[in-house]
């Protein structure tokens, strides 16, 4: 499996303000995506992040509000723009590895809390 | 798209008994599907997975099985422990762009009472 780090690992934040989280993997990989977990809730895809080309976002998500980079095949970043307390969540990169990039291996989450 | 339904949402059994926990999905183009464990603030983590063209997989204490023709699949855990006791998310994943997007089910909180 791979070796994900995320940046940081909770913050708290002002309505209105914006957050970057990071995404570092120890190996370059094809995919990475971004998913947010809200309190008891599951796991909900926000956009795929991908290398060379603009982010492809799921419905209820748009770049305006959750800016993606990609630089390279081993980093990425997802911004929270413009935060209201709803954003409250954790945010999670993943990575697909395997022959197939069919699995997906998760990075230990960024807990954020806006007031 | 894909829609994954998971019960029970709670589950609650003494040590050494079994756990059961069931999916389902509506997309019959779904040909992967993985199952992780998520402990208390912790990331999930891949505990077991079954792709289409196999029916059911054993791990130790834990087994998937698969129907496709009913399109549902299920988590099962023998002589459970309470190290067991985290949330269980089951996904169904469909291939796009050269990967597979998994979409989760809700979740199921399984508790082990010693």
């Known amino acids: 499996s791979a070796v994900i780090s995320q940046k940081p690992s909770r913050d708290i934040c002002q309505r209105g303000t914006s957050l970057t989280i990071q995404c570092q993997v120890d190996?370059?990989?094809?995919?990475m995506f971004w998913y947010r977990q809200q309190p008891g809730q599951s796991l909900t895809l926000i956009a795929t992040?991908?290398?060379?080309?603009?982010?492809?976002?799921e419905s209820g998500f748009v770049i305006d509000k959750f800016p993606i980079s990609r630089p390279n095949l081993t980093f990425s970043t997802l911004t929270v723009s413009n935060m209201s307390p709803e954003d409250s969540s954790i945010y999670l990169c993943?990575?697909?590895?395997?022959?197939?990039?069919?699995?997906?291996?998760f990075g230990p989450g960024t807990r954020l809390t806006v007031l | 798209g894909e829609n994954v339904e998971q019960h029970p949402s709670t589950l609650s059994v003494q040590e050494g008994d079994s756990a059961v926990i069931k999916c389902t999905y509506s997309?019959?183009?779904?040909?992967?599907f993985p199952w992780y464990k998520q402990e208390l603030g912790k990331r999930p983590q891949l505990i077991i997975d079954?792709?289409?063209?196999?029916g059911e997989k054993k791990d130790q204490r834990i087994a998937v099985t698969l129907n496709k023709t009913a399109k549902h699949f299920s988590l099962h855990i023998t002589e459970t422990q309470p190290e067991d006791s985290a949330v269980y998310f089951c996904a169904a994943s469909i291939a796009s762009g050269g990967s597979y997007i998994p979409t989760f089910g809700r979740g199921t909180s399984l508790i082990v009472h010693p």
């Open positions: 190996s370059q990989v094809t995919m």
């Open positions: 992040a991908n290398q060379g080309s603009e982010a492809t976002y």
């Open positions: 997309d019959s183009a779904s040909n992967y």
């Open positions: 993943s990575v697909g590895r395997g022959s197939s990039t069919d699995t997906q291996y």
């Open positions: 079954i792709r289409s063209n196999v």
